[in-house]
């Protein structure tokens, strides 16, 4: 339970931050054009807190924390006559140009908040592990790919870190387009190599892409010392601590992660409660720790004790202040190429819509990537907020980009799109929107169970 008013608050963090940014986007450039603000909204529902500026703008944070609006004044909305002195600062009566850049002012906001979170992620550091092959299997192996191997760049993009690696292929690979590596082997001899991604099974699922290539990073093998351990589970319940260096589970001593992970299945088997010995400073000890069971994806038991390593990345990608600038800007590149890539799949049906995620599945992230600190929390948010700006731009009414349509059409036809067209668009674009959230939940709900 704790660890899931966790996730939801810090759903509730990001998307305050969001929210926020995005539309303090429309409301400054509004402002900017004279357009007089009504309400700033962040949240929908109830106000929890309100209070008025000297220009009259309420400012409200509501109590359901899925969105938020700017409220301007509108001629089209306002019940009774506007007075003649109000009518300069009604969002109607302001040129197209000007409308344009209020509502594309929000994406755009969002895009700043990527930069912006982007570059300090980079000044904080962000932990990865290098470019070096684990055990190959699949399309890797039969690319020649081997144990060891450093990926120096993924059609001719330069690849410092895994992430990296990985966000070049994933393109690539939801195309089904054939890549080629640049590797480096243990003793330093370089030499290139075709990875066949044209050889991928016709529908992907994402989550899978690792395993259906073939390729994982070669990880340092953690030691045996507890980096992490939620208070609800069954290691924390016994008495164990963070910094505790597990020894051995019953008679079996163990040395590193893997060796205690393996020992936990096999005794478990047997006997679910567990002698846990255990090292403390300078203090041995043995606690008895009740073994959880569950399945795993092949249905065979699968034992925990609800404990996490301690971190074993051999990579610090990190730069000063001025490095990270050009960094982050090539970082919300990258990702932007992905995002757009992998919606165009979407639309064409190359691309599994088990892929879409809903307000669950990000808050599970949200809390997953704070409690990996901030520079993963920071990342989180880039992605976040570069998602929120490229879904807003696009082409559905309701959204910014069903907006900015109407307006290129005004631009060229001379006049406005008609009140009966804009509400049909409107009707049409919360019928899609509510489609979307319906599947994004369906999956949410899907992955739980699974």
């Not at 000297?54 to 700017?70: H, K, M, S």
């Not at 990875?195 to 991928?200: F, G, H, R």
């Not at 599994?352 to 990000?362: D, E, F, L, M, T």
Request: include cysteine.
């Amino acid at each position: 339970m704790t660890q899931i008013l966790g996730n939801v608050w810090w759903m509730i963090v990001t998307l305050g931050l969001l929210v926020t940014f995005h539309e303090f986007g429309h409301f400054i450039i509004a402002r900017w054009c004279g357009v007089k603000v009504l309400k700033f909204s962040v949240g929908f529902g109830p106000a929890l807190f309100s209070r008025f500026d000297r220009r009259g703008t309420e400012f409200v944070v509501a109590a359901i924390p899925l969105g938020g609006y700017v409220k301007m004044l509108d001629e089209r909305e306002v019940e009774g006559v506007v007075g003649p002195e109000s009518l300069k600062g009604a969002f109607n009566r302001k040129p197209v140009w000007a409308r344009m850049a209020i509502t594309a002012a929000g994406p755009v906001f969002n895009l700043i908040f990527t930069v912006a979170a982007f570059w300090l992620m980079f000044v904080v550091g962000r932990a990865d592990y290098l470019p070096i092959m684990g055990q190959p299997t699949a399309l890797a192996a039969a690319a020649g790919i081997r144990e060891g191997d450093r990926i120096l760049s993924v059609d001719g993009q330069s690849s410092d870190n895994w992430t990296s690696a990985f966000t070049d292929l994933i393109p690539a690979a939801l195309k089904h387009q054939d890549v080629k590596l640049q590797l480096r082997d243990s003793a330093g001899a370089d030499r290139e190599t075709t990875l066949a991604l044209s050889q991928l099974p016709a529908s992907i699922n994402e989550e899978k892409l690792l395993e259906l290539i073939g390729i994982t990073p070669k990880r340092p093998v953690p030691s045996a010392q507890i980096g992490a351990l939620p208070e609800d589970r069954p290691a924390a319940l016994a008495g164990l601590k963070v910094g505790d260096i597990i020894t051995a589970i019953n008679d079996a001593p163990v040395n590193n992660f893997e060796m205690l992970y393996d020992a936990i299945q096999a005794q478990a088997k047997r006997n679910p409660q567990l002698n846990v010995h255990y090292l403390r400073g300078q203090q041995t000890g043995v606690l008895t720790v009740n073994a959880a069971a569950s399945k795993d994806a092949k249905g065979e038991p699968n034992f925990q004790i609800g404990i996490a390593p301690t971190d074993s990345h051999n990579a610090l990608l990190r730069y000063d202040p001025l490095h990270a600038i050009p960094a982050a800007f090539g970082e919300t590149w990258r990702m932007t190429r992905s995002t757009v890539d992998m919606l165009g799949l979407l639309v064409t049906g190359r691309a599994s819509a088990k892929n879409i995620s809903g307000p669950i599945s990000i808050a599970q992230y949200a809390g997953e990537s704070a409690h990996l600190g901030l520079a993963s929390f920071l990342s989180f948010l880039a992605l976040i907020s570069l998602s929120l700006a490229i879904m807003n731009l696009l082409p559905i009414p309701v959204l910014d980009g069903g907006h900015l349509l109407y307006y290129l059409i005004e631009l060229v036809k001379g006049s406005p799109v008609s009140e009966r067209v804009m509400i049909a668009g409107q009707y049409a674009g919360m019928m899609l929107l509510a489609g979307l959230m319906s599947l994004a939940f369906y999956n949410d709900i899907l992955r739980q169970v699974s």
